[in-house]
């Protein structure tokens, strides 16, 4: 959670609008400046120039609060730490894939060799349609990481260019083998 203090002001306003526009959680505490109030002594611990506005980064490193003062250097914390989020999520960002195929047994060796991934395989059953023709089928389902996306779509393509593909982006996982190696 950000804690930003001040008033209704445009130097106070530009930072609202950063905190809105990047989805922040944050709260709002008004400073009363003009009675005095940037000269309590507890304000002035966070910002020492006894202005508005103030941000407390309470999830600053190891939870540690960290106060941040001057609108110019609020707004380039905000954007550097949003985008230190988006490097990270980003590249540890993993995506859950369900491939259906009368080709799995292909696909799921080429997953395993080529890929170095795990794959679990569900027993199902497909072909539901006008035609009623439905018969057993291995569906596949591994976790990659965003990287790997293109690689995979590619190799199931190259043994089956019709094989059903579902992703979904995933927040967590527990369990498998997906961190304990490192990326090719
Ligand atoms: N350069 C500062 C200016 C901040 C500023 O002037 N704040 C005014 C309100 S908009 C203030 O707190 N004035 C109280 C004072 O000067 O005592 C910034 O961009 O944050």
Do not use: C
């Not at 940037?38 to 490193?61: L, T």
């Amino acid at each position: 959670m950000i804690k930003l203090y001040g008033i209704t002001s445009p130097n106070v306003l530009k930072v609202a609008l950063m905190l809105e526009e990047i989805g922040a959680e944050y709260s709002l505490h008004y400073v009363p400046i003009f009675t005095g109030g940037q000269f309590d002594p507890a304000f002035e611990e966070i910002s020492p120039n006894h202005k508005v506005p103030v941000i407390v980064d309470e999830d600053a490193e190891g939870d540690k609060a960290l106060p941040i003062f001057e609108s110019g250097a609020i707004l380039i914390y905000l954007a550097a730490s949003r985008t230190m989020d988006f490097l990270i999520e980003g590249i540890e960002e993993y995506t859950g894939v369900t491939i259906v195929s009368p080709k799995a047994e292909e696909i799921s060796t080429m997953i395993t060799d080529k890929l170095g991934r795990g794959i679990t395989a569900y027993k199902g059953m497909h072909g539901y349609g006008k035609r009623g023709h439905v018969s057993d089928i291995n569906i596949l389902f591994t976790v990659i990481t965003r990287l790997e996306i293109s690689r995979l779509r590619a190799e199931v393509d190259a043994i089956d260019p019709h094989a059903f593909i579902v992703m979904q982006s995933l927040k967590d996982t527990k369990g498998g083998m997906i961190k304990k190696r490192p990326l090719k």
